[in-house]
């Protein structure tokens, strides 16, 4: 019988990409496994892209309690012979109180469990007493890695190649998109200027004065509906940025992502996607700790300052006078000329 197995991971996009690296793993030690997969059913879509995922179950987070209650007993009549918690969080908590008990555990009789513990500890450490207890820098996607090794599972060298994206939306993105860009398609870079908190952006002004210092290539933005700043990039050479800030959903974004040139972004769900298709990009890198990329076809930017990292997310006040000066001292120029060496290459 073909072993079976649960991930959880709700959320968010970032650590999900980075956590399907999971899949990898188990499929090289179980070929014949089958894997589902819960996650927040906003977050549910792009998991489509791996079709080795045998069910992804989407979470409603507006049913609360009553409905992770509910998936979790549903969960259980699918009988798994392992159990991954890559969330640990309150919702995952409850999920595995149903499906392996901690008696269970205890005894060592029912499924088998892992869990990516997040160290708050460790955190605390480091982001009140600045006390180094990771090793960095952290690679997100080998830290999704660790908690298999339980398991026997190591081998990560066959991965997945073949991702999978619907006839509908390639469609609709060479209509939508694909058609609208000018100029040579060879020299069109892909910026992500956004990210969840403010403080791992690159400034606005620096993202304008790249693409004043690139007047032979063009750009293709992805961003969510609320990034208004987008449209300050554009006014630079409306002719050469083609901006899409909320006019495509999370899978279409993946999917543009995956047929980019470049990616240049911060630390966003997006620069793991590129880093996942092993698409060329460069990394902004500012104040958070856990965004750094594993594969050698991303180059990261960084300043060394006493004060990094300073945040595990973005969240939180900048000390320093320099308001973001970790990413401010990413000059646009030093990035112009990263872009030019990684195109023409």
């Known amino acids: 019988?073909?072993?079976?197995?649960?991930?959880?991971?709700?959320?968010?996009?970032?650590?999900?990409?980075?956590?399907?690296?999971?899949?990898?793993?188990?499929?090289?030690?179980?070929?014949?496994?089958?894997?589902?997969?819960?996650?927040?059913?906003?977050?549910?879509?792009?998991?489509?892209?791996?079709?080795?995922?045998?069910?992804?179950?989407?979470?409603?987070?507006?049913?609360?309690?009553?409905?992770?209650?509910?998936?979790?007993?549903?969960?259980?009549q699918e009988k798994f012979d392992y159990i991954y918690d890559a969330h640990s969080n309150i919702r995952s908590l409850i999920l595995k109180s149903v499906l392996v008990p901690i008696w269970k555990r205890y005894l060592g009789i029912g499924p088998k469990f892992t869990m990516r513990s997040k160290e708050r500890f460790k955190r605390i450490l480091l982001f009140k007493f600045g006390i180094d207890c990771f090793p960095m820098p952290f690679k997100g996607m080998l830290s999704f890695r660790k908690p298999l090794e339980k398991w026997g599972i190591k081998d990560y060298s066959k991965f997945n190649e073949d991702w999978f994206f619907p006839t509908e939306l390639k469609e609709k993105m060479e209509q939508q998109v694909f058609k609208n860009l000018k100029g040579d398609k060879r020299k069109l870079v892909t910026l992500v200027p956004s990210a969840a908190w403010q403080m791992k952006r690159w400034p606005v002004s620096h993202w304008q004065k790249l693409v004043d210092l690139l007047p032979d290539y063009h750009f293709m933005i992805l961003a969510g509906p609320d990034d208004m700043f987008c449209k300050e990039i554009v006014e630079v050479a409306p002719e050469r940025v083609l901006n899409l800030s909320g006019k495509t959903n999370l899978l279409e974004s993946c999917y543009l992502v995956?047929?980019?040139?470049?990616?240049?972004?911060?630390?966003?769900?997006?620069?793991?996607?590129?880093?996942?298709?092993?698409?060329?990009?460069?990394?902004?890198?500012?104040?958070?700790?856990?965004?750094?990329?594993?594969?050698?076809?991303?180059?990261?930017?960084?300043?060394?300052?006493?004060?990094?990292?300073?945040?595990?997310?973005?969240?939180?006040?900048?000390?320093?006078n320099i308001y973001q000066?970790?990413?401010?001292?990413?000059?646009?120029?030093?990035l112009a000329d990263e872009v030019k060496m990684l195109m023409e290459s």
């Open 1 to 76: 019988m073909p072993k079976k197995f649960l991930i959880i991971r709700f959320s968010s996009i970032g650590d999900i990409i980075q956590c399907m690296t999971a899949v990898d793993g188990i499929l090289n030690h179980y070929p014949d496994a089958e894997i589902h997969w819960i996650a927040r059913k906003d977050m549910s879509s792009f998991l489509a892209m791996d079709q080795r995922i045998h069910k992804v179950w989407g979470f409603d987070r507006q049913n609360g309690f009553e409905g992770i209650l509910k998936q979790a007993k549903l969960l259980k």
């Open 325 to 334: 000066q970790c990413m401010v001292d990413i000059t646009p120029k030093w």
């Open 258 to 320: 995956q047929k980019s040139n470049l990616v240049v972004s911060g630390d966003t769900g997006f620069l793991h996607a590129a880093d996942k298709f092993k698409i060329p990009a460069l990394s902004l890198m500012g104040p958070t700790a856990f965004g750094f990329t594993t594969g050698d076809h991303i180059k990261t930017l960084e300043v060394d300052m006493k004060c990094r990292p300073c945040t595990k997310d973005g969240s939180g006040k900048c000390k320093m």
